[in-house]
Each structure stands twice: as structure tokens, then as C-alpha cells.
């Protein structure tokens, strides 16, 4: 069993409702009016949090026109590192106002920090925990100091190995609570429904004695759906007001009644899993009368032989078990029996 903790009060575990987080990212397009209209348009999902990502062009990147700073294929094409993160990127001034929209909509909100500025800068906003993005998994520097705040960690694992993955969850670990969710993830923008993989999903919680989950670029819901019917505690994926009106990472983003649509499967699957018995279930005993069971099908005299002519197994299910009919067969009737009777054992001589 793996251990249980909570981020701002919800509890994160098999043994709860999955945890799903609605990844803002890039797609405000630059407009502070339009990410106060996504954290909205999130809450309105049913999302259980809302995650930023806290950079600046400087903190993640470096400007340089040299080549391996250039994009030369996928869905960023054309841009430099710096100018992608500089237009992609959420003001730190924004911030404040962002969670003050989250906390009055009742919904958590945090963000992926990716460097220790960031950290601090969160940490002073009261976020409640912190993600570790794919690409910073290996940044154990990083890891170290966003662990040492004492909240909890939500880490991607996108591209790492057990290795790398194992150097992670020991850093956090020895620097803070120990409180750790892991989400599998495709380091792909979009990924291939094929590559998902999701059967990665509850070995890593196995492997690692943690909660595990997945953070989807996939598109659609199936791989989130996938992947808490076998157990994933929390989803993470991508939000945009409508694709079309573009942004960094619209391409593969769920627009609002998609993203509902995630919410809610995603806990019908989980709630669908339920319990391991064999009981019947009080839903199901008002369905028991119409089973299959002995009934008189031609009138029958006393002393008459009870037959496969005048006795069959039919529903409703108020007569004998079916299974009788090769104990009754031969049997003579101890009174008149009219056909459309249930039969039952004081009817046999």
C-alpha cells in the first residue's frame, strides 16, 4: 500500500478520487485578462488544481544564436529557445492575481518552478506543493531545494531512467518530506496515443513505494482514462480557452467541455473500479425475480410425471432453481397444477 498525504487538504491516493490537474501553461497568449479567464474557465471543470509554470526567458534558457539553441522541428519550429520562453512564459507579476482568482473559485493552484528563484517566489505566494517538469527530473540541485520547503513534490518522469528516476525520488526524499507523487510522461508535443504506454503507470508507484499518475500530451482522454483504471492517482494535462485562438501549447490542449469530459471519466473510472466481491449488490435484488427458474408450462394432474413437456426453466425467477429440473423430472405432482405456476417442493410427490 502505498503512502497517502494531502496537497491543500485533498487527500492523494488509490484509495481516493484521482487528483486532476489542469496545466495552464503557455496559453494566455500574453494576456492577463486571458489566464483570470482559464483559471475560471478550469474551475468551471471540476479540476481539482491549477498549475503554472514560474520562469523567465533567463532562468531557464540562455540568449545565443548558437545552433543547438535554435528549434528545428516539432510544433516549435523556427524559435530560438530564449524567444520560445519569452513568449511562452507566465509574468511573475500575474501570479499573485492568479491565485487570488484560484483560492476565490475554491480550486488549488501551484506551479512547476524551475529554478530556485522560482522556488523561493512560490513559496512566499503559499503554493501547497510543487512539480518537477520532465526536463528538470535530472536538475537534482533543484530537486534538492524545492524538497527542502517541506511540501510536496508532484515529479514527471518524461525521458528519465530508472536511474535518473531513483537519483530523483532519494534527493527528495533526503531533503524533505517525502511526500512524492510520480507521473509517467511522453516528453512528445503531442504524443502518439501509441507511445502512452500507461501500463508504466502503476509499476512506478510499485518501484518507487509512491503515488503515481500521469502528465498526458496525448490528445484526447483516453490515456488519462487508461491509466487511473489501472490505478494512476493523479492526471495532469494541458488547458486552453479554444485551440484555435493558437498558443504554445494549444496544439494538444483540451478545451473546456473536453476537459470536463476528462474530469469526469476519470473519476467514473476510478469510481467504477469499487471494490474486489462476489456479493449480491443491493442494486441487484430487484433483478433477482426475473432469473431463470421452474415454472408448470402445461397443466399437470396429481400423480401425473413431471416432464420436459410441462416443466421448463424460464423466467421470472419465483420457482425452483433450475438446477432441480433433473431431481423433479419423473417425480409425480402431489396436487393439480396449473400451467403459469412457479413449482416448488410441495408440489412434488
Known amino acids: 500500500m502505498t503512502p497517502e498525504f494531502t496537497i491543500a487538504g485533498r487527500r492523494i491516493g488509490a484509495?481516493?478520487?484521482p487528483y486532476i490537474i489542469c496545466e495552464l501553461?503557455?496559453?494566455h497568449n500574453g494576456s492577463l485578462d486571458r489566464a483570470l479567464a482559464l483559471v475560471d474557465a478550469a474551475a468551471d471543470t471540476g479540476c481539482d488544481a491549477i498549475k503554472l509554470q514560474t520562469y523567465t526567458a533567463d532562468t531557464i534558457t540562455l540568449k545565443s544564436d548558437r545552433p543547438e539553441f535554435q528549434l528545428t522541428g516539432?510544433?516549435?519550429?523556427g524559435y530560438s529557445l530564449y524567444d520560445l520562453y519569452a513568449e511562452a512564459h507566465t509574468p511573475w507579476d500575474w501570479h499573485p492575481a492568479l491565485f487570488e482568482r484560484a483560492a476565490k473559485r475554491g480550486v488549488t493552484m501551484f506551479s512547476s518552478?524551475?529554478?530556485d528563484t522560482a522556488v523561493d517566489f512560490l513559496n512566499d505566494l503559499g503554493a501547497p506543493a510543487f512539480k518537477i517538469a520532465s526536463f528538470e527530473l535530472v536538475d537534482l540541485p533543484l530537486v534538492a531545494y524545492a524538497a527542502s520547503k517541506g511540501k510536496p513534490l508532484i515529479m514527471s518522469t518524461g525521458m528519465a531512467n530508472l536511474e535518473e528516476i531513483h537519483a530523483a525520488?532519494?534527493?527528495?526524499?533526503?531533503?524533505?518530506?517525502?511526500e512524492i507523487v510520480l507521473l509517467h510522461c511522453v516528453s512528445e508535443y503531442p504524443a502518439n496515443i501509441h507511445d502512452a504506454n500507461v501500463r508504466v503507470v502503476p509499476d512506478l508507484g510499485a518501484k518507487f513505494g509512491v503515488p503515481s499518475g500521469l502528465s498526458d500530451h496525448t490528445f484526447g482522454t483516453a490515456a488519462s482514462v487508461a491509466s487511473v483504471a489501472l490505478g494512476g492517482c493523479v492526471i495532469e494535462k494541458h488547458f486552453t480557452l479554444a485551440r484555435a485562438d493558437g498558443g504554445p501549447d494549444s496544439g494538444f490542449s483540451l478545451e473546456p467541455a473536453e476537459f470536463t469530459a476528462l474530469v469526469n471519466d476519470c473519476k467514473d473510472a476510478w469510481a467504477a473500479l469499487g471494490q474486489i466481491h462476489y456479493d449480491t449488490l443491493g442494486s441487484e435484488r430487484g433483478s433477482k425475480q426475473f432469473r431463470r427458474s421452474l415454472y408448470v408450462v402445461e397443466d399437470i394432474k396429481a400423480g401425473e410425471p413431471f416432464t420436459k413437456a410441462n416443466v421448463?426453466?424460464?423466467?421470472p425467477g419465483l420457482g425452483l432453481p433450475p438446477v432441480r429440473l433433473w431431481d423433479v423430472l419423473d417425480k409425480t405432482a402431489s396436487?393439480?397444477?396449473a400451467r403459469g405456476e412457479p413449482l416448488r417442493d410441495d408440489m412434488i410427490g
Do not use: L
Open 25 to 27: 501553461s503557455g496559453n
Open 113 to 115: 518552478p524551475f529554478d
Open 15 to 17: 484509495a481516493h478520487s
Open 74 to 77: 516539432g510544433m516549435w519550429k
Open 312 to 315: 421448463k426453466s424460464i423466467r
Open 335 to 337: 396436487r393439480d397444477i
Open 169 to 178: 525520488v532519494e534527493t527528495a526524499r533526503k531533503f524533505g518530506t517525502g
